[in-house]
């Protein structure tokens, strides 16, 4: 599966962005998905994540109620609605596929993932 992420920029804090993420190449409802993010010299780390069920959601706390991530089937998109915007939210964000575990499992660690988007830049000031 080929993944596309776009929707980042460059926004004040305590505003809002929306990323999306299209899928192509394979069936969209065979994977789950989810965003990790990288800031300059840190680890990638898991943002948010929903299963193929679209049952199963989890969130790192940082995000946790400014953050909201869903699916969209019929368009093969995942999406990112991010408000609320911190300057620690400043990041290079990445949306990942993978097809393992049960139609509800999600995954926190990146090496489970197989597939990966290009990653969109998001940028907040202060």
């Known amino acids: 599966v080929q993944l596309q992420a776009s929707g980042g920029g460059l926004v004040q804090a305590g505003g809002s962005l929306r990323l999306s993420c299209a899928a192509s190449?394979?069936?969209?409802?065979?994977?789950?998905m989810s965003w990790f993010r990288q800031a300059p010299g840190k680890e990638r780390e898991f943002v948010s994540g929903?299963?193929?069920?679209?049952?199963?959601?989890y969130y790192t706390d940082s995000v946790k109620g400014r953050f909201t991530i869903s699916r969209d089937n019929a368009k093969n998109t995942v999406y990112l609605q991010m408000k609320s915007l911190k300057p620690e939210d400043t990041a290079v964000y990445y949306c990942?596929?993978?097809?393992?575990?049960?139609?509800?499992?999600?995954?926190?660690?990146?090496?489970?993932?197989?597939?990966w988007g290009q990653g969109t830049q998001v940028t907040v000031s202060s």
């Open positions: 990942a596929a993978n097809d393992r575990g049960t139609y509800n499992s999600v995954y926190r660690n990146q090496y489970e993932y197989d597939y």
């Open positions: 190449g394979r069936t969209f409802t065979n994977y789950g």
């Open positions: 929903i299963s193929r069920s679209g049952g199963t959601i």
